[in-house]
């Protein structure tokens, strides 16, 4: 199967400006996320999605890989959908912009599950304690007992009625796997009622019968959304070095 990688680089952002173009210890945000994940040798292409010059400029600048989208879209599947039309490929990955720490062993073990023809989505989640899970920011899922999606929420999911009564709580790590012919279409469906509820395009997956396969990863991805976090990104990058 061939797979390629597309990352999704939206220049603006409300909680943090620009955060994609941000100096990340020699390098953007954008030029680590796309070089991470070159680096693990999984993809025939990876590409780098954007709606602006300066994203694509500091791309093109280490030899990267670019599209330009031609319009505005509301999500990150709607940008790289345009993309992956005209690209030769089997599995899309979409690889999140913000995210500059990709990890080989993760990826890997997504792209696995499709040798299962049956698999057309497959997505991440990362065990969190119990506290961790009543932030509404840390989406949770839930799955049946061979690891598919039954529903994510920002709210704690499953409710323990019985206190005391032992339970894992898996948060979602926003990286998506696609056949391609599912991303094509999916991106054309109407927003669902639960999509539109909890703001979780995830879940218009769900509600038109579509199973996504959950792979379960022990790496934390570092997200930049705040300049805190980017804080902490230069902490850990040092911390690696």
């Not at 909680?15 to 693990?40: H, M, N």
């Not at 599950?113 to 839930?142: H, L």
């Not at 054309?188 to 995830?202: G, H, R, S, V």
């Amino acid at each position: 199967m061939k797979s390629i990688a597309l990352i999704p680089a939206r220049y603006a952002s409300t909680r943090f400006p620009a955060k994609l173009i941000q100096d990340l210890c020699g390098l953007s945000v954008i030029q680590r996320t796309y070089e991470s994940t070159v680096d693990t040798d999984l993809f025939e292409k990876v590409i780098v999605v954007t709606d602006h010059e300066l994203i694509a400029a500091q791309i093109k600048e280490i030899g990267g890989d670019v599209f330009m989208s031609t319009k505005e879209y509301e999500s990150g599947s709607d940008r790289i959908a345009e993309a992956a039309m005209i690209e030769d490929a089997d599995i899309v990955v979409n690889v999140q912009g913000d995210e500059p720490f990709q990890d080989k062993k993760s990826l890997e073990d997504l792209l696995k599950v499709f040798e299962n023809p049956e698999v057309r989505v497959a997505s991440m989640m990362f065990p969190i304690t119990a506290e961790e899970a009543q932030n509404p920011n840390a989406v949770k899922v839930v799955t049946d007992t061979i690891g598919n999606a039954l529903y994510f929420s920002r709210s704690p999911i499953p409710y323990v009625r019985d206190l005391g009564t032992p339970v894992q709580y898996w948060k979602h790590v926003g990286i998506y796997a696609y056949r391609k012919d599912l991303l094509l279409a999916f991106t054309q469906w109407p927003k669902a009622d639960l999509e539109q509820t909890e703001m979780l395009e995830q879940l218009r997956l769900l509600e038109n019968g579509v199973t996504i396969r959950m792979v379960k990863t022990t790496h934390q991805a570092v997200a930049i959304d705040t300049k805190e976090d980017l804080d902490k990104a230069i902490a850990y990058f040092n911390k690696q070095a």
